[in-house]
């Protein structure tokens, strides 16, 4: 069965960086895009990131120029780097698996995505 494990998150202060990982299992990974959503406390679950199965990225506005999201096909594994995080990055992240095998199309919308990890914490703070 699908499995998507993140790890990878943590306390870090304004201006700091972290490096999330989502290791995927139970499906071919190299021929699926992948996303990486946030879900900050009180609000709706927005992607910040997506990474077609051809290595192609997108971005939300609110990321762009301090997330990069990369995916290493060898290992199965779909990373971001947070750079420059503020308080309004804090939140639970999600990786989630396309559902259309070689799927051209960037999307961000919840919908286009079928299976999701458990989701890795991260809060910024002072």
């Known amino acids: 069965q699908v499995q998507l494990v993140e790890s990878g998150g943590g306390l870090v202060q304004p201006g700091g960086s972290l490096r999330l990982s989502c290791t995927a299992s139970?499906?071919?990974?190299?021929?699926?895009?992948m996303a990486w959503f946030r879900q900050a406390p009180g609000k709706e679950r927005e992607g910040t990131s997506c990474?077609?199965?051809?290595?192609?990225?997108s971005y939300a506005h609110s990321v762009k120029g301090r997330f990069t999201i990369s995916r290493d096909n060898a290992k199965n594994t779909l990373y971001l780097q947070l750079n420059s995080l503020a308080t309004a990055d804090t939140g639970i992240y999600y990786c989630?698996?396309?559902?259309?095998?070689?799927?051209?199309?960037?999307?961000?919308?919840?919908?286009?995505?079928?299976?999701w990890g458990q989701g890795t914490q991260v809060t910024v703070s002072s």
């Open positions: 989630a698996k396309g559902k259309r095998w070689r799927s051209d199309t960037y999307s961000l919308a919840a919908s286009d995505f079928d299976y």
């Open positions: 990474v077609t199965w051809l290595g192609s990225t």
């Open positions: 139970g499906f071919t990974f190299d021929n699926f895009n």
